[in-house]
C-alpha cells in the first residue's frame, strides 16, 4: 500500500489515516507537505510577531523605553517569530521524532508523518487563536481556552502562569490525536506510549514558558 500524506485528512479521519499509514510500504507527497509546513509554519509565526500575540513581557517594559529602544524591541520580536517560524517545524518534527523513536521503538518515517498530522494541528491552534487574542487584546496568559486564566487566581509567579496558558484545550486534543496514532504503531505498554507523550508535552510547555518569561527589555 502507498500512502499519500494528506493533512486534514490525518486530522479529520484518524482511524482511515491510522490505517492506512500503518500498513505502508511506501509514502509520496512527503517532500511537498514538509515543505508546505514549514513555509505555513514560517507565515503563521510572522503574522504572530506582527501583531505582538506573545510578546506580554515586552509589553510591561514599555513605559521604560524610548522610541529607539521601542522600534528595536519591535523588530527581536517578529525577527524572533520568524526564526522560531523556521525552526520549530525542525525540532517538532525531526527531534521529536527521534526521542519518540528511541523511547517507544515506532520507525522513523511514520513518526515524522504522525508529527506533520499533529504539527498542523499545532498550526491550526495558532491560526483560531490570533484572531481572537488580536481583536480582544489580551495576552497568551488570559487565552479563554487555556489554564492560564484560572492559574492567575492562585499563582504569583509570572514563569508558572506562562506555563500554564500553554496548556489548552487544543493541547489536550493534540495529545489525544498523537496517542490515538502511536498507541497502535508500538508493541510497548500503552501507558507507557501515553507517559512519554504526556512527559514530552511537559517539556514543550516549561521551554515555551521559559522563552515567554524572558524578559525583551534585556536586548534592547
Request: net charge neutral; proline share 2%; glycine share 6%.
Amino acid at each position: 500500500m502507498v500512502y499519500q500524506i494528506r493533512l486534514l485528512k490525518g486530522i479529520l479521519e484518524p482511524h482511515r489515516s491510522r490505517y492506512q499509514l500503518q500498513n505502508a510500504e511506501a509514502v509520496t507527497r512527503l517532500e511537498w507537505k514538509l515543505l508546505l509546513l514549514y513555509f505555513l509554519s514560517f507565515i503563521v509565526f510572522a503574522v504572530e510577531g506582527y501583531f505582538g500575540v506573545g510578546s506580554e513581557s515586552f509589553s510591561k517594559e514599555i513605559t521604560k523605553m524610548d522610541s529607539s529602544e521601542f522600534e528595536m524591541g519591535k523588530l527581536l520580536i517578529v525577527g524572533g517569530n520568524i526564526i522560531a517560524g523556521l525552526f520549530y517545524p525542525t525540532i517538532y518534527l525531526f527531534l521529536s521524532s527521534l526521542f519518540f523513536w528511541i523511547v517507544i521503538d515506532i520507525p522513523y518515517i511514520k513518526l515524522v508523518i504522525v508529527q506533520m498530522i499533529i504539527l498542523g494541528l499545532q498550526l491550526l491552534e495558532k491560526v483560531f487563536l490570533i484572531p481572537i487574542l488580536v481583536l480582544m487584546d489580551i495576552g497568551n496568559d488570559a487565552n479563554p481556552f487555556s489554564l492560564g486564566v484560572i492559574s492567575q487566581y492562585f499563582l504569583r509567579s509570572d514563569y508558572f502562569i506562562h506555563f500554564f496558558s500553554e496548556i489548552t484545550i487544543f493541547q489536550f486534543l493534540i495529545i489525544a490525536l498523537q496517542y490515538f496514532y502511536l498507541k497502535e504503531f508500538s508493541d510497548r505498554n500503552n501507558y507507557l506510549v501515553l507517559l512519554m507523550i504526556v512527559l514530552f508535552y511537559l517539556a514543550t510547555w516549561f521551554v515555551k514558558a521559559f522563552l515567554a518569561y524572558i524578559q525583551v527589555g534585556v536586548f534592547v
